[in-house]
């Protein structure tokens, strides 16, 4: 895998045609997760993604839209506007090199611009292709669901916790809470966590492990490769 740590000698050769870049955040976690949670997952899928795909591997964006966390110690955030230039910038740095495919990896779900974006360069650039799979977590198919509350998971619940679990078990402390508010994920689009859980917890960490981590790293790597070979082939 191409990544920062191969020299620009070492990419001129290989002549990398695929780029993966995720997008992290860097916003509050509720007591038990660090605030860094969503870009320590999507680095490592990314990471994994890229090896699969003999791609060119971009560090994640640490910062996306966490505004709604805001008031929250520790949440950083970017505009959209922001990040939509971020993206532009990137892609735009990529086609400039003869890197015509970028697969992007939202690794947060408030990142809504990320879409219209993606549509807009594509459009704009027809020689250049950027995707992005919609499902955050995959399930394993003939299996029974990995995480046993995903209809109830919006942020720091089972899902997270798992994977924090899975990939840096030092840093998930002891001080779980399992909170749902009573009311739909949309309110987060006009109001703040805070609002609706001084906890700044939506879903049932309780219930995470690493076990479950484990499979569904390795879940949604597999869903997200499979993904990445048939889209581009569609749009080439």
């Keep these: 895998m191409l990544d920062d740590r191969s020299t620009s000698a070492a990419i001129a050769s290989a002549k990398p045609t695929i780029a993966v870049l995720g997008i992290g955040a860097i916003e509050q976690h509720s007591h038990h ?14 990471q994994r993604v890229a090896a699969e795909l003999n791609a060119l591997w971009i560090p994640a964006i640490p910062f996306s839209m966490s505004e709604c966390h805001g008031p929250m110690a520790g949440t950083v955030w970017l505009k ?18 003869d890197i015509r495919k970028l697969l992007v ?43 046993e509350t995903a209809g109830t998971e919006v942020h720091a619940g089972e899902s997270e916790t798992s994977t924090e679990l899975y990939l840096n ?13 009573p009311v739909g994920r949309e309110f987060l689009d006009y109001a703040f966590m805070d609002q609706v859980s ?4 939506w879903g049932t960490s309780s219930k995470g492990s690493a076990a479950k981590g484990e499979r569904a790293i390795a879940a949604q790597v ?3 490769v499979a993904f990445a070979k048939q889209a581009f ?3 080439r």
């Design 198 to 201: 001084p906890d700044g917890m």
């Design 33 to 46: 997760l660090p605030i860094g949670t969503d870009w320590i997952a999507v680095s490592e899928v990314s």
């Design 105 to 147: 990896l939202n690794g947060h779900g408030g990142n809504f611009v990320i879409e219209p974006t993606i549509q807009a360069i594509n459009q704009e650039f027809p020689d250049f292709r950027i995707v992005m799979p919609s499902e955050v977590w995959a399930t394993i198919v003939g299996e029974p669901p990995i995480f």
């Design 233 to 235: 082939e569609v749009l």
């Design 222 to 224: 597999h869903a997200i």
């Design 80 to 97: 959209p506007a922001t990040l939509a230039a971020v993206l532009r910038d990137v892609a735009q740095s990529l086609r400039e090199q």
């Design 169 to 181: 078990p030092d840093n998930v402390k002891s001080e779980r809470v399992d909170y749902v508010p």
